[in-house]
């Protein structure tokens, strides 16, 4: 179980909200004739066919242990007692082709955490390894992961989804912090998933998290609204601000700037939850069609029914 220091005050903030609305749609699935039926039928595809992705990662992927790659899974031992996991994730690496990327992932009681050997190739420092690694750690240790199935309705749907993920990235990047012990290397990592190797060495970290100044203007806004992770920018920028507050040194003010109002509106319309969004309008402009043909055979079933009661009995 993870340090409740460790979690960010925006999770805390969101987590009654998000398992609230979790808690009602559920219900409401429950209570429908239709929605349990679909709930039958979803959850065992859904269940298999991330089974079929586990299996696919485990069958091209390398499994890290005490024999295989022993120092990198040294580092996962570490990082999980740092975070006092109760035991250790299986940990698999695999070649993406250039994806800089690294996941936790969980099915049942078997956690998992995938990391791209070219995100761990582009790392300059162990320390940075480490800071991946404990960042994806810490979605288990946050139990993230336990609850992913009963909060799903939440993460469908638009602004509050994403918000929740977000704030869950930003929990994670702490609990890294907090595992690797040292600033510079854990910016450091987050600095290489936005210029590379040779680029981000180079990178001056003060100037980067100034840089969340962007997501005051309307398009970055809109972008980050709808993404599942904050500006790499933002993320920079609150470790150095957290890591002041932990170690009660002084740090030049990194405050996020206000986003526009509108870009909170237009956002619903773009990325993966306006999915959602489309759905609901293509069910509601179906139940729009379909309504008043039904209450037709329904008049016209009545009628029927009354007819046949008024005829004598032969």
Same mark, same amino acid.
């Given at each position: 179980?993870?340090?409740?220091?460790?979690?960010?005050?925006?999770?805390?903030?969101?987590?009654?909200?998000?398992?609230?609305?979790?808690?009602?749609?559920?219900?409401?699935?429950?209570?429908?004739?239709?929605?349990?039926?679909?709930?039958?039928?979803?959850?065992?595809?859904?269940l298999m066919s991330h089974a079929y992705f586990?299996?696919?990662?485990?069958?091209?992927?390398?499994?890290?242990?005490?024999?295989?790659?022993? /120092?990198?899974?040294?580092?996962?031992?570490?990082?999980?007692?740092?975070?006092?996991?109760?035991?250790?994730?299986?940990?698999?690496?695999?070649?993406?082709?250039?994806?800089?990327?690294?996941?936790?992932?969980?099915?049942?009681?078997?956690?998992?955490?995938?990391?791209?050997?070219?995100?761990?190739d582009t790392c300059h420092s162990e320390q940075?390894?480490?800071?991946?690694?404990?960042?994806?750690?810490?979605?288990?240790?946050?139990?993230?992961?336990?609850?992913?199935?009963?909060?799903?309705?939440?993460?469908?749907?638009?602004?509050?989804?994403?918000? =929740?993920?977000?704030?869950?990235?930003?929990?994670?990047?702490?609990?890294?912090?907090?595992?690797?012990?040292?600033?510079?290397?854990?910016?450091?990592?987050?600095?290489?998933?936005?210029?590379?190797?040779?680029?981000?060495?180079?990178?001056?970290?003060?100037?980067?998290?100034?840089?969340?100044?962007?997501?005051?203007?309307?398009?970055?806004?809109?972008?980050?609204?709808?993404?599942?992770?904050?500006?790499?920018?933002?993320?920079?920028?609150?470790?150095?601000? =957290?890591?002041?507050?932990?170690?009660?040194?002084?740090?030049?003010?990194? /405050?996020?700037?206000?986003?526009?109002?509108?870009?909170?509106?237009?956002?619903?319309?773009?990325?993966?939850?306006?999915?959602?969004?489309?759905?609901?309008?293509?069910?509601?402009?179906?139940?729009?069609?379909?309504?008043?043909?039904?209450?037709?055979?329904?008049?016209?079933?009545?009628?029927?029914?009354?007819?046949?009661?008024?005829?004598?009995?032969?």
């Amino acid at each position: 179980m993870l340090d409740a220091s460790l979690i960010h005050h925006k999770e805390k903030r969101l987590k009654p909200l998000v398992y609230g609305v979790s808690a009602v749609v559920w219900l409401m699935v429950l209570l429908s004739m239709v929605g349990a039926i679909y709930g039958l039928m979803l959850v065992p595809f859904i269940l298999m066919s991330h089974a079929y992705f586990l299996g696919h990662l485990r069958g091209r992927g390398v499994r890290v242990d005490e024999r295989q790659l022993p /120092e990198l899974y040294g580092r996962v031992v570490a990082a999980s007692q740092k975070l006092k996991l109760a035991s250790v994730p299986e940990v698999y690496v695999i070649q993406s082709g250039g994806i800089l990327n690294a996941f936790a992932t969980q099915l049942f009681s078997r956690r998992y955490v995938v990391l791209h050997s070219d995100l761990i190739d582009t790392c300059h420092s162990e320390q940075e390894v480490d800071f991946i690694i404990a960042h994806e750690l810490a979605h288990h240790a946050a139990g993230h992961l336990k609850t992913q199935f009963f909060t799903a309705p939440v993460r469908l749907l638009p602004l509050l989804g994403p918000a =929740w993920s977000r704030a869950c990235e930003y929990t994670c990047d702490r609990a890294a912090l907090f595992a690797v012990g040292a600033l510079d290397p854990s910016q450091r990592a987050l600095a290489v998933l936005a210029a590379g190797n040779k680029m981000s060495a180079a990178l001056d970290l003060t100037t980067f998290a100034h840089q969340q100044a962007n997501s005051a203007e309307f398009w970055p806004a809109v972008a980050e609204l709808s993404s599942s992770h904050p500006l790499l920018s933002k993320r920079v920028a609150m470790l150095a601000t =957290w890591d002041a507050v932990q170690t009660r040194t002084s740090v030049m003010a990194f /405050e996020a700037p206000p986003r526009p109002a509108l870009s909170y509106v237009v956002s619903i319309f773009f990325g993966q939850q306006a999915l959602t969004l489309l759905v609901v309008f293509y069910l509601g402009f179906l139940l729009a069609a379909v309504a008043p043909n039904f209450l037709k055979l329904q008049e016209r079933a009545a009628q029927q029914a009354q007819g046949g009661q008024g005829q004598p009995a032969k």
